[in-house]
């Protein structure tokens, strides 16, 4: 079997160099050239999803951020390595069991629609975004009430301590949108904010390429590296190395690492981090539409199936480490030590799909696929699980509605990418918590429940101590079935320098800047 997993592994690599070939026959790029340079250059870089919205209360991050940070400003920053400094807010202060924050605001801001930015419009931001629908909803979900002390002075009081806000208001959470603006017709694809460009609505062509401009009474232009920003979608791995090979981007983002010779060949840089974590979510943890995985059993079963070194070779193309954790070598709550913890034993899944009274054949999930993997990712699952007895019903369902349908609780499992968060307390809130994006069947279980109340109040310590007593139960329990942890790769031209971001998809926006 092993040499049989092994042949299986090479083979899908090439059934995924394959379809990379074939789908190079049907598309081309649609990128244009950028010619980006010192001063006032344009930028032209890929994004591989379009803006599902720019209403700042519903929006996602990660792959959306980009189209954020043109636009929009967050009440904190983050530096590459993830510090958290001043922003729209220049200085701020818990109270003794951090429950109350106060941050002093900028009073020379403004939004591009005229209205001055303060207390009041930051507090009513943080309470939509709270009652929004974006998938870090949760992020804010301690937050009991924002309110303006006076124009400058923002306070902030909790329902329970929330140990990453600070890092939050950094990212989606902190997004500051004109109230004027909230709920306008136009909300979704006009954005109004402070940011350091504007979108040009008549240039864009929505779904396939975004134009910004220079916002020229913006409070912050040494941030404005470029006079012009332009941010092309495409949908494919070959499109995007198409693009480079055309030299028709300054930078993208990598889906795909086994372009990674052909991208430095062509005069690129490859900028590579770790931070997402690759494999199987198993959401459906209480059984409510694949009773089977409301048993442990069955979910370990699931996990000692899968061969993570000949995955991390064959989709991964070698760049990653395995792992059987979803947390990051950054968090409090990372344990090397477990992942290692599922060894490929198909013998072993089989006991216990039979301790748990499964003979094979019996388990069937229903997965959904889509272009924002390879064939060969699906093929792989596919033949891994029935390996030990379970089928897999594939159903394709188009990108655009992809993450929506998983975040609406349609499938029980499924193949996905998310982020290791940076630190604990998000990963909670963006995984596991009963009411985080990620879990969309609101799994609730007292020990978590227990555990994550200590990483919550506790100090520093217990914390930290809390966290990986917690890691070792989300693994135990087989809560996820993660393979690997993939390099996430940013390529650069010649002509550009980044920063790749600690906890974030893409780098920050600010950090992409002309070289020379």
Same mark, same amino acid.
């Given at each position: ?13 090439? =059934? ?22 010192? %001063? ?5 870089? *890929? ?11 519903? =929006? ?7 189209? $954020? ?22 200085? @701020? ?15 020379? =801001? ?15 931001? $943080? ?28 306070? $902030? ?61 913006? @409070? ?25 090979? %055309?030299?028709?981007?300054?930078? *993208? ?28 979510? $198993? ?16 979910? #370990? ?18 760049? %990653? ?110 995984? =596991? ?22 990483? #919550? ?21 087989? @809560? ?6 993939? #390099? ?21 926006? @600010? ?6």
């Amino acid at each position: 079997m092993f040499n049989f997993r092994k042949r299986l592994a090479a083979t899908a690599a090439a =059934v995924a160099v394959a379809a990379v070939a074939l789908a190079g026959c049907s598309g081309s790029s649609s990128g244009s050239s950028s010619g980006a340079g010192a %001063g006032d250059g344009t930028l032209t870089i *890929a994004t591989i999803v379009p803006s599902s919205t720019f209403a700042a209360n519903n =929006v996602p991050w990660a792959n959306e951020s980009p189209y $954020l940070q043109a636009v929009y400003d967050t009440l904190l920053h983050a530096k590459p390595d993830g510090t958290v400094e001043p922003w729209l807010a220049t200085k @701020w202060s818990y109270n003794t069991d951090k429950t109350v924050l106060t941050l002093t605001l900028r009073d020379d =801001v403004t939004f591009t629609d005229g209205t001055k930015f303060d207390a009041s419009a930051a507090a009513q931001n $943080l309470l939509r975004f709270r009652d929004g629908t974006s998938p870090q909803k949760a992020y804010l979900a301690t937050l009991k009430d924002a309110t303006a002390v006076d124009a400058t002075t923002l306070r $902030l009081t909790l329902s329970a301590p929330n140990p990453s806000l600070l890092s939050f208001l950094t990212q989606n959470p902190g997004l500051m949108e004109s109230p004027k603006h909230f709920g306008a017709a136009d909300e979704k694809t006009t954005p109004v904010g402070s940011g350091p460009y504007v979108l040009d609505t008549k240039a864009t062509v929505v779904g396939s390429s975004y134009v910004f401009t220079k916002n020229a009474k913006y @409070w912050a232009p040494k941030e404005q590296h470029y006079a012009k920003i332009v941010m092309n979608v495409f949908s494919t791995p070959t499109a995007v190395l198409n693009a480079i090979k %055309g030299g028709q981007i300054d930078g *993208a983002p990598l889906v795909d690492n086994s372009t990674i010779d052909q991208i430095k060949a062509a005069g690129y840089t490859v900028n590579g981090q770790q931070l997402n974590f690759f494999g199987l979510l $198993l959401f459906d943890r209480g059984g409510a539409i694949s009773p089977a995985l409301a048993d442990v059993r069955v979910r #370990q079963a699931i996990n000692y199936a899968f061969d993570r070194k000949a995955l991390l070779k064959a989709v991964g193309h070698g760049y %990653g480490d395995v792992t059987s954790s979803i947390f990051s070598p950054d968090s409090s709550g990372y344990d090397k030590a477990l992942d290692d913890y599922y060894t490929y034993d198909p013998a072993k899944a089989k006991s216990l799909l039979k301790e748990a009274g499964y003979s094979a054949g019996q388990i069937t999930l229903t997965m959904p696929t889509s272009s924002n993997f390879t064939p060969a990712t699906y093929a792989l699952t596919k033949q891994y699980l029935s390996d030990i007895g379970i089928k897999v019903n594939e159903v394709n369902v188009a990108g655009s509605s992809f993450l929506a349908d998983l975040l609406a609780a349609k499938y029980a499992a499924t193949v996905m990418q998310l982020k290791a968060a940076p630190t604990t307390w998000e990963t909670l809130t963006l995984d =596991v918590l009963p009411k985080a994006g990620w879990n969309p069947f609101h799994t609730e279980d007292p020990t978590v429940a227990k555990l994550a109340a200590t990483v #919550q109040s506790g100090s520093d310590a217990e914390a930290a101590a809390a966290a990986k007593e917690l890691n070792a139960y989300i693994v135990k329990q087989a @809560w996820f079935a993660p393979w690997y942890r993939p #390099q996430q790769t940013y390529a650069t031209n010649a002509k550009t320098s980044v920063e790749t971001q600690t906890g974030n998809a893409y780098p920050y926006l @600010w950090n992409i800047v002309p070289k020379g």
